[in-house]
């Protein structure tokens, strides 16, 4: 199955936070191989210069490395990893605050709305 | 990067109408390139000079450096518009067909392909639907070795589905030093794959861009830049 990209942005930025995500959340393990290029290219349904461009950008980032002649791992670092989750969620906390004070609603009451919540459940 | 195609004040004109008016374009290799426009804007015509079935009115037009010709041929793979298996062919006939034209062609990657469509060898053209047809031709054009990809209107006939496995045949069978030049106007379900965009229009070159700087500078898909850029 075809991944859902967005087309107005670009593909690669969207594929590096999915497999931000798929590492973050433990779908891949620390150490773990990463399938290749082309077979990354073909499950996501986008263009194998795409997909090398994303791990390029992967790799910058320090989650992925890889191995000249064996392929790319996932990092062992798991403070890394750690360090990646708390980036990933703490942008998600941004997007959402940015929605409620559009809604009218401030940090503070949003908060508080939170909590209530949280207690609810 | 080199390039696979370079076009000097390329034109082309049909008695009156001139369909390409002196263009300057660079393909390079390795890139997935989408070349839309409205109808009759000279999309065709490009490709059809890529592979001489037309000749310039003036300009130049080089393919890996060569005017088109038996060299260039050798090395650009072309999916036409319309169908030129003939209706009393059998799949094997169009396989051979391809293995004698062709010392690129790759007999068992087609093979593999049309197993994997339930394709047999025996199966007669003529009792083809025409998305089984259209999926034939891609899979002997794209079991070619070949340096640059011509792809003329490859989904405009076929169903969703069928696209999606046009597409992914497309990009199973990229190798990374080939170039592919998809002509359409379904940029909604080529975009995704695309390294670079040309817009043509009036057979001029509006725009070409790579994908992704279009996407980060303007915040918007290519579907809609069309629109944008060819609102009527």
């Known amino acids: 199955m075809a991944w859902e990209l967005n087309s107005g942005q670009p593909i690669y930025t969207q594929i590096i936070e999915r497999i931000m995500i798929e590492i973050v959340s433990g779908c891949y393990k620390p150490g773990e191989k990463l399938p290749s290029v082309r077979e990354l290219a073909s499950i996501a349904a986008v263009n194998p210069n795409t997909m090398q461009k994303a791990m390029a950008g992967l790799e910058q980032s320090g989650l992925v490395f ?56 | 990067m080199t390039a696979i195609v ?28 989408g070349l839309l426009g ?36 050798a090395m650009v793979s072309y999916l036409p518009e319309q169908s030129y298996l003939g209706d009393w062919m059998y799949v094997k006939d169009a396989l051979d067909f391809f293995k004698d034209f ?8 087609a093979l593999n392909m049309l197993e994997k469509l339930n394709i047999a060898p025996n199966d007669k053209i003529k009792s083809m639907s025409k998305g089984t047809k259209e999926k034939l031709q891609l899979i002997l054009v794209m079991s070619r070795r070949a340096k640059l990809y011509c792809l ?19 990009i199973n069978n990229y190798d990374e030093n080939a170039t592919i030049l998809i ?16 817009f043509i229009q009036d057979g001029k070159i509006r725009l070409h861009q790579d994908v992704d700087d279009i996407r980060s500078k303007q915040g918007t898909s290519i579907d809609h830049l069309f629109r944008e850029v060819f609102k009527c």
């Open chain 1, 66 to 121: 890889s191995h000249r002649t064996s392929g790319r791992f996932i990092t062992e670092d798991s403070n890394m990893i750690k360090k990646a989750k708390e980036t990933l969620a703490s942008a998600q906390i941004e997007e959402f605050m940015k929605k409620m004070e559009q809604l009218g609603i401030t940090r503070e009451e949003t908060i508080e709305l939170i909590q209530k919540k949280g207690e609810e459940s």
């Open chain 2, 6 to 33: 370079e076009c000097k004040h390329l034109t082309k004109r049909y008695k009156n109408k001139e369909a390409l008016s002196e263009i300057d374009l660079t393909l390079e290799s390795g890139r997935i390139i």
């Open chain 2, 38 to 73: 409205p109808n009759g804007s000279g999309k065709t015509t490009l490709i059809k000079l890529i592979n001489k079935l037309l000749v310039p009115t003036s300009g130049e037009l080089l393919v890996a450096g060569e005017k088109p010709g038996v060299e260039s041929k």
């Open chain 2, 102 to 109: 062709y010392e690129d062609f790759d007999n068992s990657r």
């Open chain 2, 152 to 170: 003329d209107e490859p989904i405009a006939g076929v169903d969703p589905a069928a696209r999606d496995y046009i597409l992914s045949t497309i």
């Open chain 2, 183 to 198: 002509s359409t106007h379904l940029i909604a379900d080529v975009e995704n794959i695309l390294d670079d965009v040309i």
